[in-house]
């Protein structure tokens, strides 16, 4: 699997925004509002690497729980997978525990993503390339 991004846990998408670009970041897309899971959306990169801003927009959004725990904080890598049935095996194989379903993400042309979680690592995202 490839490294595709770093998602990035912030109250507030434009405060963070222009942190990150004094930093050298630059936006590669608008924010996006995903409806589905209540969060918004910015993607910036630097260097080759991409980031993830993401923000709760409504009280109860899937990272609702999480910003209140991790506060401003890098969160999870997401990882494209380009064989997608042989990748979960074998993150299950290394007791990766899925905690969602695969379903369309708004913020990455729809394709399917997947969490999960490990209890030495944390979350991970896996977005199915062929998708």
């Known amino acids: ?48 690497y991409t980031i993830e801003l993401i923000s709760p927009a409504i009280e109860n959004s899937v990272v609702s729980n999480l910003i209140k725990q991790y506060k401003n904080s890098p969160y999870h890598i997401c990882y494209q997978s380009f064989n997608i049935a042989e990748d979960m095996q074998a993150l299950k194989k290394n007791k990766y525990i899925k905690i969602t379903e695969f379903e369309p993400a708004i913020a990455l042309e729809n394709k399917k993503v997947v969490f999960f979680v490990h209890p030495h690592l944390g979350m991970i995202e896996v977005i199915d390339a062929n998708a």
Do not use: C, P
């Open 1 to 48: 699997m490839k490294i595709h991004h770093i998602g990035y846990l912030v109250h507030s998408i434009e405060k963070a925004q222009i942190q990150f670009e004094e930093l050298g970041f630059t936006n590669t897309t608008n924010q996006i509002h995903d409806k589905f899971r209540g969060i918004n959306i910015l993607f910036m990169t630097k260097d080759g």
